[in-house]
């Protein structure tokens, strides 16, 4: 089927600590609900203020569910999908690991009839697929490819996030596929990473025009610390970002690209996409 293109832009709506390593082992719920100081629950109305009537794909951190019932609720009913990142925010690339993260949000994916998931930092193995079909999910968008290819994995559609490669498309592109230094080298630029509108926004339009002109469905990510900054955000990353300075990008405010975005673009959601496809 001959689809109209547009941008699939989505939100991993995920707490301001989850761009820090050092919390991924943190297991005390209340702890890690202190951390985040309301701010997932307080700056999403301005985040679904800036959209102006488009729709797009929220995936959620279900944490963030358990400590405000109000957030997918309000999501849901200014009309974009809810879909799954993760329950806690961490590497998920160990099947037991996922299998565990699955059944505890398995609650309140059911309560509103999740479908769609993206890997924490992108990056799901391929015997993944099997335990998100098991659990009721369409598709996954949780490895890097170039734009356009979509695979069948596991009885899943996965519909990878944007990367523009310097070499023809391949027929198979094998999971686990993170933004790493191996990626960069292998002649694929992930212009759908945040990392890169963080760092050359002014490109990562210009090749989403050209990916659209083509006929194109390109797949962003973006956060919600990058549209409106928590308090402190910089300080309190400061050891992260002296040790991992390639965390900078993620940092840069990127409400001004998405003004762009969806002024010169039009966006959608990923599950409308998923539908046309199958």
Known sequence: MNQSPRVLLTIDYEPWFALSRKYDRLNDPQKRKDLDQGFTKDVLSQILEMFSGST??????????EWYPQVPAEIVSAGHELGFHCQIHRSLTNPDELELDLQRSRPWRRQYGVTGYRAPMVGLGESGYPLLAQEGFSYSSSIYAPTGSLQKKGGLLEIPVSTYSLHSRRAIYPAPR?????????????YGSSFMSGLTPGWVLKRVELELKA????????????????????????????SSPQLLPFTRNKSAFLSALLKNFPVGRMDQFYKEEV
């Not at 797009?56 to 569910?65: D, K, N």
């Not at 993170?178 to 992930?190: A, C, D, K, W």
């Not at 194109?216 to 955000?233: A, C, G, M, T």
């Open 215 to 242: 006929g194109l469905s390109p797949v962003l990510i973006l956060h919600p610390y990058e549209l409106i900054k928590p308090d402190r955000f910089l300080k309190n990353l400061l050891p992260d970002l002296i």
């Open 178 to 190: 993170p933004f790493n230094f191996r990626l960069l080298m292998n002649g694929e630029i992930p």
């Open 56 to 65: 797009i794909s929220f995936y959620l951190v279900g944490e963030i569910a």
